[in-house]
């Protein structure tokens, strides 16, 4: 997934007749399957097809051939063993807990250690949190929200909306989700929904990125209706963790209360004065806000452990 970015880029440089891009976007498709998890390449592959779709990219096909060649020495033995594995007719993993992502984890995209963390040894959820784990930062998900509220959105925009509905649709436990596996369709059948997720998280950060730069440029009051929703669901969660006496909850709480106040208070501050300086001061504090989030996030799931 860390390569599609560039693979988009380089869709982009061809829709845009820059021939030479095919090069990169060889290099890309190919270093994407060679990293080695063939279900996300699946999704990278997919995704990056229907962007050059829409994008009318017309010399897609040929890298993308260029690059099924360079890596036959990898996906053609993977098919040899997939046909003669027995996780291929393993027809009833889908029925089991957490096979799609289960409803009530969704709040960790607004507290992702709500039911605790693995490393800290208090994980009290459904299998397995490192699948689960939407969070791109409260701050993130306003933007997104707020983009998806935008009055006039762009093709681009609709895009990324659709394939985010889409990518939610299918890893969450709906009927249409579970199509794949009552109808046995091969390969599709024990592909687990949870790894959608990447796509999902790719899909709101290129919309919270837009979100943020259109908040930026217009100071738009639409910002405050994502503003109240999602200060209203940690309100929520708040009466249900002190009611139910969920200290393990409670505590996890803090960090994203506290990260959400902050940032509304920049925001208002920001939409209050119209001033250049203040604008950019409140976008630079929000970029702190976000890194400083995720970095502590990412430590606490992946900490350093002493040798012995």
């Known amino acids: 997934v860390l390569w599609l970015p560039l693979i988009l880029l380089s869709i982009d440089k061809l829709a845009n007749r820059r021939i030479q891009w095919s090069v990169v976007l060889v290099f890309a498709l190919s270093a994407q399957l060679f990293a080695g998890h063939a279900q996300l390449s699946f999704y990278v592959l997919l995704l990056a097809g229907l962007y050059a779709l829409w994008r009318r990219a017309k010399f897609f096909w040929i890298p993308w051939l260029f690059s ?10 993977l098919l040899h063993s997939l046909f003669e594995s027995s996780r291929v007719v393993a027809i009833d993993s889908w029925q089991t807990v957490g096979w799609f992502l289960p409803w009530q984890h969704l709040v960790q995209f607004l507290a992702p250690d709500f039911f605790g963390n693995p490393a800290t040894l208090n994980y009290w959820g459904e299998w397995n949190y490192g699948e689960f784990i939407g969070y791109i930062s409260i701050v993130g998900l306003i933007f997104a929200l707020y983009m998806l509220l935008a009055e006039k959105k762009s093709s681009y925009i609709k895009f990324w909306g659709w394939t985010l509905a ?3 649709i299918f890893l969450l436990p709906t009927p249409i989700a579970k199509l794949a596996f009552l109808l046995r369709i091969p390969i599709l059948s024990v592909l687990q929904p949870t790894r959608l997720m990447s796509i999902v998280d790719f899909s709101l950060v290129v919309l919270a990125v837009h979100g943020f730069a259109l908040w930026q440029e217009s100071k738009d009051k639409r910002i405050w ?16 963790t002190l009611k139910s006496n969920l200290l393990v909850s409670q505590r996890n709480l803090i960090l994203p209360t506290a990260v959400y106040g902050l940032s509304t208070l920049v925001i208002a501050g920001a939409s ?6 203040i604008t950019v001061s409140a976008g630079i504090i ?6 400083f989030d995720l970095i502590r996030f990412g430590w606490k799931f992946t900490p350093f452990t002493p040798r012995e």
């Open 286 to 291: 929000i970029v702190a806000i976000v890194a």
């Open 225 to 240: 209706l994502p503003v109240v929703f999602v200060g209203s669901i940690l309100a929520t969660l708040w009466v249900i």
């Open 68 to 77: 099924l060649v360079i890596t036959s020495i990898q996906w053609i033995p």
């Open 166 to 168: 889409i990518t939610l």
């Open 272 to 277: 209050i004065s119209r001033k250049k300086i």
